[in-house]
Nanobody, 121 residues
Framework: VQLQASGGGLVQAGTSLRLSCIASGRTVNSVGWYRQAPGKERDFVAA????????KYADAVRGRFTISRDNRDNTIYLQMNALKPEDTAVYFC?????????????????WGQGTLVTVSS
């Protein structure tokens, strides 16, 4: 499974940004997003089943971020609204072939390269 993330950038607080991740190769059962801020551990952001079910969100982003998938081209999105400076991080898309959506880092076997999101105050 190959994951190619894009869409990061520098934005002002209060604005929106959409990250994309193209999944290719073998079929997967769950997909998600993680993030890692400078000097901090990698944290769960959002996840869902490949059909768009069983969506999960971290408390810090619930109500502001939305994970979704475009069935036409196997692209996974993370729509981020009302961005805050504390959302600044490198964002990674993840996938697993067999497990249900999870907030555990160890439950994802496939990780894409990160895309940097910087939110200025």
């Amino acid at each position: 499974v190959q994951l190619q993330a894009s869409g990061g950038g520098l934005v002002q607080a209060g604005t929106s940004l959409r990250l994309s991740c193209i999944a290719s190769g073998r079929t997967v059962n769950s997909v998600g997003w993680y993030r890692q801020a400078p000097g901090k551990e990698r944290d769960f952001v959002a996840a869902m089943g490949w059909r768009g079910d069983r969506r999960k969100y971290a408390d810090a982003v619930r109500g502001r971020f939305t994970i979704s998938r475009d069935n036409r081209d196997n692209t996974i999105y993370l729509q981020m609204n009302a961005l805050k400076p504390e959302d600044t991080a490198v964002y990674f898309c993840v996938a697993d072939r067999w497990r249900l959506p999870s907030d555990k880092t160890s439950d994802y076997d496939y990780w894409g390269q990160g895309t940097l999101v910087t939110v200025s105050s």
